[in-house]
């Protein structure tokens, strides 16, 4: 799902980021709440600097909820089992693929070429288990079913804006 940015979009992600956003192209997914939780970001930034991550998670709970799991040894394990089971680590270069995918056709919308990060996608796909951060954000954004990795992560996660918006930004409607 990629809904277009409203100015108050742009007003709730700076309060999550503590800092201004750069190059969102859309809003990849919404909280419970109904804020932004994960921006689409144009695969170049305003300053010509490359930027591989499509899919930036922007909620700070959630963000802090993975950052507990990633300290928990959570991606030591998962690149464990991507080593033992050729089903997962299939699955996971599936997710990669998509991942570039849809890199691949927002640059060509926006109008831009990044031949500096061309095949590389993000979290360490598809190989490597090195952001978790990532592998949510994809899984928020292109939903569920398309990185198994991601999917366990929100599992995990639970439900981030129980206790509602994360930041005091009037939600988009």
């Keep these: ?82 080593a033992e089971d050729p089903e997962l680590a299939a699955a996971y270069r599936r997710a990669h693929d998509r991942y570039l995918a849809a890199r691949a056709d927002l640059a060509h919308r926006v109008g831009q070429s990044v031949p500096e990060i061309e095949g590389i996608s993000a979290g360490g796909m598809p190989d490597r288990v090195k952001c978790l951060h990532v592998l949510a954000g994809q899984a928020l954004a292109q939903g569920r079913g398309v990185n198994p990795l991601g999917d366990e992560v929100l599992d995990l996660l639970g439900e981030w804006w129980a206790d509602g918006p994360c930041v005091d930004a009037p939600s988009p409607g």
């Design 1 to 82: 799902m990629i809904d277009p940015v409203d100015p108050r979009d742009l007003e709730a992600v700076e309060q999550q980021l503590g800092r201004e956003p750069r190059a969102i192209a859309a809003i990849g997914h919404r909280c419970g709440c109904g804020l932004p939780d994960v921006v689409t970001t144009e695969p170049r930034l305003p300053n010509c600097t490359p930027f591989p991550t499509t899919f930036y998670l922007t909620c700070p709970r959630a963000a802090s909820r993975i950052g507990t799991l990633e300290g928990s040894g959570l991606m030591k394990e998962m690149q464990d089992r991507l």
